[in-house]
Nanobody
Framework: QVQLVESGGGLVQAGGSLRLSCAAS????????MGWFRQAPGKEYEFLAG????????YYANPVKGRATIYRNDAKSTVYLHMTSLKPEDTAIYYC??????????????????WGQGTQVTVSS
């Protein structure tokens, strides 16, 4: 399985932006479709964005649509989630996840094979 490590989280003011990174190792990132999830305190995991293995197809969930961009650089073995116009309700731990053997990302947690440890994003009002 691929190992994933997220970075780029931190404290940001409302209206600001962040770029989260997900570095892959152990297997070629190009073998995987990728997704980003988050979990806010006391809440369930929430699927935010997905990108196909080829990078040609992306998806954004309503809470981040228009404010997020997911993209990948397989040569750097990294997937990114760039978020703008951040809101306090975006405060959560953000996770990247990988699903192998398929072209398309998945929408639910059990479908993913590998997970990173998460990176905290805190948005102050």
């Amino acid at each position: 399985q691929v190992q994933l490590v997220e970075s780029g989280g931190g404290l940001v003011q409302a209206g600001g932006s962040l770029r989260l990174s997900c570095a892959a190792s152990g297997r070629a990132l190009s073998d995987y479709a990728m997704g980003w999830f988050r979990q806010a305190p006391g809440k369930e995991y929430e699927f935010l964005a997905g990108i196909s293995r080829s990078g040609d197809i992306t998806y954004y969930a309503n809470p981040v649509k228009g404010r997020a961009t997911i993209y990948r650089n397989d040569a750097k073995s990294t997937v990114y989630l760039h978020m703008t116009s951040l809101k306090p309700e975006d405060t959560a731990i953000y996770y990247c996840a990988a699903v192998g053997g398929v072209e398309m990302y998945a929408f639910t947690r059990p479908e993913y094979d590998s997970w990173g440890q998460g990176t905290q994003v805190t948005v102050s009002s």
